[in-house]
């Protein structure tokens, strides 16, 4: 088991950035990433980062704008947004599991909110 705690959320103007961290509860050999849902919609994985933060992926809508990193020796994942758009806004869920792609992560967070106001 581990436990995973976001911060870093807030309200946002369209064009700024925000960084969000997530702690984990112990050291976490394994992919993680981040999940975002906006209401009335499913949850959508935006990126992910393998164990050893070689290799990440991310969806189409966030390439270029969104940065995922870990510092392992910390227990913290992190994703930095940058020019922020109103369609960005969602809860964002820390997750962590066991296999790559992460499709179906096992661990979840329990979310941190980013609101972008135009």
């Known amino acids: 088991q581990v436990q995973l705690v976001e911060s870093g959320g807030g309200l946002v103007q369209a064009g700024g950035s925000l960084r969000l961290s997530c702690e984990a509860s112990?050291?976490?050999?394994?992919?993680m990433g981040w999940f975002r849902q906006t209401p009335g919609k499913d949850r959508e994985s935006v990126a992910a980062?393998?164990?050893?933060?070689?290799?990440?992926a991310y969806a189409d809508s966030v390439k270029g704008r969104f940065t995922i990193s870990r510092d392992n020796s910390k227990n913290m994942l992190y994703l930095q947004i940058n020019t922020l758009k109103p369609e960005d806004t969602a809860v964002y869920y820390c997750?962590?599991?066991?296999?790559?792609?992460?499709?179906?992560?096992?661990?979840w967070g329990q979310g941190t909110q980013v609101t972008v106001s135009s």
């Open positions: 997750v962590a599991g066991t296999t790559w792609p992460l499709r179906e992560p096992g661990f």
């Open positions: 112990r050291r976490t050999v394994s992919p």
């Open positions: 980062i393998t164990w050893n933060g070689e290799t990440t």
